[in-house]
């Protein structure tokens, strides 16, 4: 079993990377009241792997309740969170109540952000079900519910009390979103680690087949990564930020598509391309590192191109996306570039520039 | 002029307390990002204290935007939440923008959220107008939505980065709002300091009178209070919950009655009389303490009966509102009570004593 602790003083904790967990075994240590217990998943998910979760979750509460919501981006709203309060006010939970956060990025976002602030926060505990809930957003406490103008955008730093990694629930996992979590592996590479990309270049293939110790590899390096950047800066005043490399073009793919219809990790792709093609531009790295990236994203099966979101002016509308990007600053839009291979800048750079590269990566 | 400081390391932050108080001497020095400033306030606040407030703070910002609600708690909810997002993302407002609460306790908690929650996490300033939310809820960083099963249910911790009480704007204040902000003012005697009870005995009807000596001392009091039980317990995981004395019964009332009908300090007021008898009828105080708590809020112009919530069953209604109250846990009602005059404590009662105490209290 892997373990990676998230060192963030009294809201420090652990993830868990195993098969076949107990929860039962972990919550016993994990300091939490063990009364009410509330599981939020979605239909897919619950008809794989809800029952399993439920028998641990039984063993340890004395009353297990589950909120059921429909599977997809487009339900991480308000709706859905208000649902989840309503719930939680007629099954009369009080802040000593678990949540549990049973899916995958946006059941863990929503739920996460119903326990930031059902009474003010509640403890909750993240069981993530995909490759990018795994090795990305369950961890490090992002927490948020898009708004029609913009995803993320309403939100809070809240970290769970354990998140628990369950590589068998990967096994059920559609090929698409396996894909699309490796997008937030590959990240990892260009912008802390290249010796992590080197070997991912030697083993993607494997984490395609969905080979066992390939995948413990992939999400325990990729944890302890993300563990890294975030106990040095929890809510992103300045290092955290180059997590979303590849973020702020693949946020603009995503909302200028239509939630839904690229998933987030394509956008990430694309987004990441972009993005070092701009730092080439730039003078940053050089053309063999943008191919050598390309070449990785193609081989996972990825998007290497963005989608054209407006013929008439494709640029001008990534562009007036971006500015309402989060990292965005006067309606100066921040870029996460690579400076050097392994090695991330946060930084501006010039319209001109950037519409060359928009119209140079989207077909 | 006054000054109370909360003492929350790294999110410590300072109260003033004066008349016709110049915002951009203060935002000089209170290291925040100076580009876009946005006020929300509501209709009647803004056509009191709306302009001069602007002039300060284009003084001091490259940009200024409001957003006006309608008046009332009726109004804390999602729908005005939401109307504020919006505007925030129209404008293409950044994580550096500082939000203003302009208003009583309404505004400040919803502009309170808005802030904690857009972006996850933008500053904001609390400029209270009414005296409950000069003594109370602007102080001390809890902000909230009312959701229809319950008030105040969806929240977060987040901590103004400045508190200006300009004294000035209570010259406008109905008198039924500044009766009302009173019980929160009585509120802190009973709790924590009798001296301070002892002096409101004396000074109330000069209170009454908006004699501007006995305000500043009622607010700088208060403030100083409440500070001290918030530096000890910022997150309410036990000390903080004293101040909440009244408020059990207190809730029940507002949410039974409709929100917005009884005004919050009403529903505290009757609360506090209803939470002073049942520590009478646990032993905890005598029968002159509650006579004497029950005089002076009778003095204040504040109800000392709770109201009929349900003819048939008016104790079962209340206990029904209060189990859902954030201090409940596994359904046992947590009240505030008085341990002998100037200490509170919080503990159960026996639901028996409790219906007494509602049938004794109530016409």
């Known amino acids: 079993m892997g373990l990676v602790k998230i060192d963030l003083g009294d809201r420090a904790y652990d993830i868990l990377i195993a098969e076949r967990v107990d929860l039962a075994r972990f919550l016993a240590n994990s300091n939490v009241c063990t009364r009410v217990a509330v599981v939020v998943t979605n239909v897919v998910v619950a008809k794989l792997h809800l029952s399993r979760a439920l028998d641990s979750l039984r063993s340890s509460f004395q009353e297990v309740y589950v909120v059921e919501l429909p599977d997809g981006e487009a339900h991480k709203t308000w709706n859905s969170l208000n649902q989840i309060f309503t719930a939680l006010l ?7 109540t678990v949540m549990f956060a049973l899916g995958g990025g946006v059941i863990g976002d929503l739920t996460g952000f119903a326990a930031a602030t059902f009474m003010r926060g509640v403890p909750f505990v993240q069981l993530p079900t995909t490759l990018l809930a795994q090795v990305d957003s369950s961890v490090g406490g992002k927490t948020a519910i898009n708004h029609p103008l913009g995803k993320n955008m309403i939100g809070a730093f809240y970290q769970p ?14 090929v698409r979103e396996l894909r699309a979590g490796l997008a937030e592996v590959i990240k990892y590479g260009p912008i802390a680690d290249i010796g992590f990309m080197e070997w991912l270049e030697g083993s993607v293939d494997k984490v395609l087949a969905k080979d066992s110790s390939a995948l413990a590899h992939v999400v ?4 302890e990564i993300k563990a890294w950047v975030v106990s040095h800066d929890e809510k992103e005043t300045g290092l955290r930020a180059i997590l979303n490399f590849g973020h702020t073009f693949g ?6 598509m239509g939630y839904g219809v690229w ?5 990430v792709a694309a987004g990441m391309v972009m993005a070092a093609e701009l730092s080439r531009r730039l ?35 990534y562009l007036e996306l971006m500015r309402i990007d989060k990292k965005s600053e006067g309606g100066e839009i921040r870029f996460v570039l690579i400076d050097g291979p392994g090695k991330a800048v946060v930084r501006a750079a010039p319209d001109a520039l950037v519409r060359e590269v928009i119209d140079a990566c989207c077909d």
């Open 90 to 96: 007629k099954w009369e939970c009080d802040r000593k």
């Open 161 to 174: 009390r354990l998140v628990v990694c369950d590589l068998s629930t990967l096994e059920t996992l559609p």
């Open 220 to 223: 325990q390096r990729s944890c």
């Open 251 to 256: 946020h603009a793919i995503e909302a200028g």
């Open 263 to 267: 998933l987030h990790g394509e956008g």
């Open 283 to 317: 003078g940053l790295v050089d053309a063999a590192f943008v191919e050598r990236l390309t070449a990785l994203i193609a081989r996972a099966g990825l998007p290497t191109k963005g989608p054209v979101l407006d013929p008439a002016d494709n640029a001008g509308r």
